[in-house]
């Protein structure tokens, strides 16, 4: 079964422009996260979905981060316009549902360079 | 009311010997706890976790114990390898509606096992 993934692996943008990722939850699964990995630090919840509604965007930087989740499968995040300290890595993951005790999944992450 | 602290920052043992982590939280409405390991350009993925209704929890070399009273729960390693060489995290979830599902992460414990 594939797991969770993630395009692209890496990116480098200068700041100030715009970047998208892409996230491809395991197949049968729900819920998807998006997390954002600052260096050295855990990954801190961005936005989650339930099917296709977004049910938690409270740490979702609104004025220049978007996130949408077509027909409740896919996702993508983008950024708009991008600042240095967005440098991170964005990691996407799925459960089958919300709630306790579920397991999520991760994908192996985007790795962002704002320069 | 949302952490959940992490200890030590790092940590170097050698093979066969037992490695801990410890973890602290402050939501007592958290009723899940997951400990994920994460290698270099991975995510992170799911070791073992537990539910507050038991204090300990073992699967192979992996223990978790649990401190209701106290908010905290570690991660024992026993027979430490090599190759769990990687850094470690405890999270947390639960809690208020539309909390659940959502990790809250620790601040990672660098693991390294010295052969």
């Known amino acids: 079964e594939a797991g969770v993934v993630q395009s692209p692996r890496y990116k480098i943008i200068e700041k100030k422009q715009p970047v998208a990722f892409w996230c491809n939850p395991i197949?049968?699964?729900?819920?998807l996260y998006w997390y954002r990995q600052n260096l050295g630090q855990g990954p801190e919840l961005l936005i989650r979905?339930?099917?296709?509604?977004?049910?938690?965007d409270s740490q979702l930087p609104k004025d220049r981060f978007s996130a949408e989740r077509l027909k409740g499968v896919d996702s993508t995040l983008k950024i708009q316009p991008a600042e240095l300290g967005d440098s991170a890595v964005y990691l996407c993951?799925?459960?089958?549902?919300?709630?306790?005790?579920?397991?999520?999944?991760f994908g192996q992450g985007t790795r962002l360079t704002v320069v | 009311q949302q952490q959940v602290k992490q200890s030590p920052q790092s940590l170097i043992v050698q093979k066969g010997g037992i490695s801990i982590i410890n973890c602290a939280y402050e939501n007592t409405a958290f009723d899940y706890f997951p400990w994920y390991q994460q290698f270099p350009g991975k995510g992170p993925a799911l070791l073992i976790a537990i539910r507050p209704d038991v204090s300990e929890k073992k699967e192979g070399r992996f223990t978790i114990s649990f401190n209701k009273s106290a908010k905290q729960f570690s991660l024992h390693i026993m027979d430490s390898q090599p190759g769990d060489s990687a850094t470690y995290f405890c999270a947390a979830s639960g809690g208020m509606r539309g909390n659940t599902g959502k990790l809250i992460f620790g601040q990672g414990t660098t693991l390294q096992v010295k052969p």
């Open positions: 197949s049968g699964h729900n819920t």
């Open positions: 979905y339930e099917n296709e509604e977004a049910v938690d």
């Open positions: 993951a799925s459960s089958i549902r919300q709630g306790p005790n579920t397991e999520a999944f």
